[in-house]
């Protein structure tokens, strides 16, 4: 339930609900970022004698060497979402257009952090001015500018406070560094003014299971110190909320956060209906992670994200090897459950292991794959489109996993991303087939759902990835706080074209799953299965949340639920309908 006067005297704050969850406590702010040098109109040229100025490009370099390399360490020491957005950050740092805006800069004589903060401000108005998931870059580039400026003037390393008692984390925007690092047993709650529902901040938070509400309106003049209870459900901010009511309300959550993690799996309707909990993955850390834990396979296999810093295309050889890393804790687990005793034999196994070809482009460019700049990428050269540039890539990677599947004996599903008519559906199953893999794609472009029938007539099945069929359906930024409201997957619109492709899945008889954010919050995964989707996929902490949820409810109640959900006039109001229903 919501804040209701129970909860203290005053109005809650509101803001987009991103991970469900109760929690109270006082505030904590970031530290405070470096203070950054003034760029001159000039760009600071002439400041440095000219016998000095490779110094400071050295100087320059070596900051933002050192700088990436520490996130690539933090990077190394996690996985999944947290350690992919780690290394596309440290990406950023080593930049080779970042280094060489600030080696012009610092050959006209400027200092080596003048260099560096007017060469980030450059790309940052860049980024900007693209849009899309350009912007989002944004934050991402000031976080680099701010570590690499502290190191060259001896200030701290900016980041995120350790508290001595359980606080709530308040800021304008979280940079990845900063959220990939956070202790949930100190800070129990995040809230931010800025940031989306598909974010950065977001990202990590689903993973940590740290209740969240972004885009909160008013959460700039929250104090030091101020006691909040933050609801990650209904997406309130109670300000000085009554204690005892406060309290009660978190034992409750709590208690049933409990019962998630008691929760070991299969996933289940309330009247024993199976229904599959797969896991998203990036790497084979984080697919040893998920096949050691209740996901039934991976719905989701971000093959971009292990070649983010990659500058040449990996050989087929060498991705066959990431991808065989993938595929294989996955292949062990089924073997040793057929056979008692952990022995691999030869014979294929049959386990859901769902691949996406490589959705290059936007936010996640590939140096190999990708154009260097685009007026508006999110709608640009991405996902499947960039074999339109290079048909070879796709040949290539279609090649790499099909070596995967010989050597582990999985036969992988594999969807491409983006696409948005029927011949492109068509071309790729063929090339899919050819290799004796499962062929499907992605609903992400409303033209998919629009005409699932007729896609089904080509793939062998559909996946849904929430978070850009939300952007596309509503024509809102997905990384804009100021759109929050219209990006969110429960808007009713967007629930109508899920609607729509399961029922043409249905008809089809072929599998309709969903691998986007939305899969995982456990009251959307309700109104999700009473579409009538055959699957949910989402990161693995994610899935005793959303498994133990499933086993309370029964498909007629899913069912009203979303029937309650869809002819609800706006997303606050679809969650209200669908907990009416559900309890």
């Given amino acids: 339930m919501g804040a209701g006067p129970a ?19 006082p505030v904590v702010r970031p530290a405070p970022r470096p203070k950054l040098p003034e760029v001159p109109a000039d760009g600071g040229a002439g400041v440095v004698p000219e016998d000095a100025r490779d110094a400071e490009l050295e100087r320059a370099r070596a900051s933002a060497a050192a700088v990436a390399e520490r996130l690539r360490v933090r990077a190394e020491a996690t996985t999944g979402d947290a350690a992919a957005v780690l290394r596309a950050t440290a990406q950023l740092a080593a930049d080779r257009g970042f280094l060489g805006e600030v080696r012009k800069r610092t050959r006209s004589g400027a200092a080596a952090e003048v ?83 598909t974010g950065h901040t977001a990202i990590i ?34 300000v000085d909320p009554d204690l005892e009511h406060a309290a009660g309300r978190v034992e409750a959550d709590r208690a049933a956060r409990a019962a998630a993690a008691a929760w070991r799996g299969p996933g289940r309707l309330g009247d024993g209906t199976p229904f599959p909990l797969l896991a998203n993955v990036a790497d084979g850390p984080a697919a040893r992670a998920a096949a050691a834990g209740p996901a039934e396979g991976v719905g989701l296999f971000r093959t971009e994200l292990c070649f983010l810093g990659t500058a040449v295309e990996p050989d087929v050889e060498a991705q066959a090897a990431v991808y065989a890393e993938v595929l294989a804790p996955f292949a062990e687990r089924a073997r040793a459950g057929r056979s ?13 292991l769902v691949l996406r070809t490589l959705d290059a482009g936007s936010d996640k460019p590939l140096a190999y794959a990708t154009p260097e700049h685009e007026e508006n990428p999110s709608l640009g050269v991405r996902g499947l489109r ?8 796709l040949e290539r990677q279609l090649d790499a996993v099909a070596l995967a599947a010989e050597r582990t004996g999985l036969r992988p599903w594999v969807m491409a ?8 559906a068509k071309g790729f199953a063929a090339a899919v087939r ?46 804009s706080s100021d759109l929050a409201d219209l990006n969110d997957p429960w808007q009713p619109a967007v629930l109508a074209l899920v609607a729509m492709t399961a029922i043409a899945g249905q008809r089809a008889g072929k599998p309709v799953g969903v691998c986007g954010e939305a899969a995982a919050d456990p009251l959307l995964a309700c109104v999700l299965v009473g579409l009538g989707v055959t699957s949910l996929s989402a990161a693995a902490a ?22 309650a959900a869809l002819a609800a006039p706006d997303p606050a109001a679809a969650r209200a309908a669908a907990l009416a229903e559900l309890g």
């Fill in 7 to 25: 909860d203290g005297g005053s109005a809650p704050l509101r803001g987009t609900p991103v991970v469900p969850g109760v929690a109270v406590g």
């Fill in 115 to 197: 260099a560096v903060t007017g060469a980030a401000e450059k790309f940052a108005q860049m980024f900007a001015a693209m849009g899309g998931l350009m912007a989002d870059r944004v934050t991402d580039l000031h976080d680099v500018r701010d570590r690499v400026v502290a190191d060259l003037t001896g200030q701290p390393q900016p980041g995120v406070p350790r508290p001595d008692v359980a606080s709530v984390l308040v800021a304008e925007d979280l940079a990845p560094a900063d959220t990939a690092g956070l202790d949930p047993a100190r800070v129990r709650a995040l809230v931010t003014r800025g940031g989306g529902p």
């Fill in 205 to 238: 938070a689903r993973q940590l299971g740290i209740p969240c509400v972004v885009a909160v309106e008013g959460a700039q003049a929250l104090a030091e110190g101020d006691m909040v209870l933050v609801d990650g459900t209904t997406g309130t901010v109670q």
């Fill in 340 to 352: 008692g005793d952990g022995s691999a034999g030869d014979e294929p196994v049959d386990v859901k």
């Fill in 386 to 393: 960039v074999v339109r540039r290079d048909p070879g890539l």
């Fill in 417 to 424: 991303p983006m696409v948005a008519t029927e011949a492109e």
């Fill in 434 to 479: 050819a290799r004796g893999l499962v062929p499907g794609v992605m609903v992400e472009v409303p033209s998919v759902a629009l005409l699932a029938a007729r896609f089904l007539h080509h793939v062998d099945f559909l996946s849904i990835g929430t978070n850009d069929l939300t952007q596309y359906a509503m024509a809102a930024d997905r990384l």
């Fill in 542 to 563: 994610a899935l005793p949340a959303v498994g133990a949820r499933l086993q309370t409810a029964t498909p007629e109640r899913c069912r009203a639920a979303a029937s």
